[in-house]
């Protein structure tokens, strides 16, 4: 099967980039292999959750999210990644092979699948965060169909702020592939008065 969208890591930024995919209709799936910096937080500044919450917690209300938006979950880890006649192909650890117009990488902290492919790279921002894959403003790399959010794109680590990347860099992609700029916005009925 050849997906619309793959995204690597699900953490806050690839559960948000996969809750706006899913949304939007598109073939996404989620490559998580359960590692990443969140499962170790506890999480008491992100908004929606005033009793705080753990790492554990907010990444399992986020794949429910994601599921529950459409997308599917796989857990393995990717680790090989290549692009040719525009087709992205991730291979994992236990072996499958994954095909997907586009791939955002969501990996927290770790390069080494950008690395191994030959994305490019620069030095992070954050005071511990030494390495982050180098983005346009719309999120992209320097690979062809992929793209990057989170911390590994050079975000702040903070939950909040990568989840909101992870749904920034996903609407991108939408609107990418759709030619024209996606919004994903519910509104209440009211009743008359």
């Known amino acids: 099967m050849t997906y619309e969208l793959v995204i690597v890591g699900g953490g806050p930024s690839g559960a948000s980039a996969a809750v706006f995919a899913g949304r939007a209709g598109l073939r996404t799936a989620v490559v998580d292999g359960g590692e990443g910096l969140v499962q170790s937080a506890v999480v008491n500044n992100h908004l929606g959750l005033p ?15 994601a599921e529950g938006s459409g997308a599917e979950w796989i857990e393995d880890e990717a680790t090989s990644l290549t692009v040719e006649d525009d087709v992205v192909t991730i ?11 586009d791939v ?9 699948l950008a690395t191994v492919a030959g994305i490019a790279t620069e030095a992070g921002r954050e005071p511990w965060i030494k390495t982050v894959v180098t983005v346009d403003a719309a999120g992209r ?4 169909h992929v793209w990057a959010a989170g911390t ?8 909040i702020i990568v989840a909101g990347d992870g749904a920034r860099v ?18 209440l009925e009211i009743p008359p008065a």
């Open 51 to 65: 009793e705080g919450t753990t790492g554990v917690e907010l990444a399992e209300l986020g794949r429910r999210h």
């Open 91 to 101: 291979g994992t650890a236990a072996g499958r092979t994954l095909r997907a117009r």
């Open 104 to 112: 955002v990488l969501a990996l927290g902290v770790d390069t080494t």
């Open 141 to 144: 790399t320097s690979m062809p």
């Open 152 to 159: 590994l794109a050079g975000t702040s680590v903070h939950t």
């Open 170 to 187: 996903a609407v991108n992609v939408i609107t990418a592939q759709r030619g024209e700029r996606h919004v994903d916005h519910d509104t």
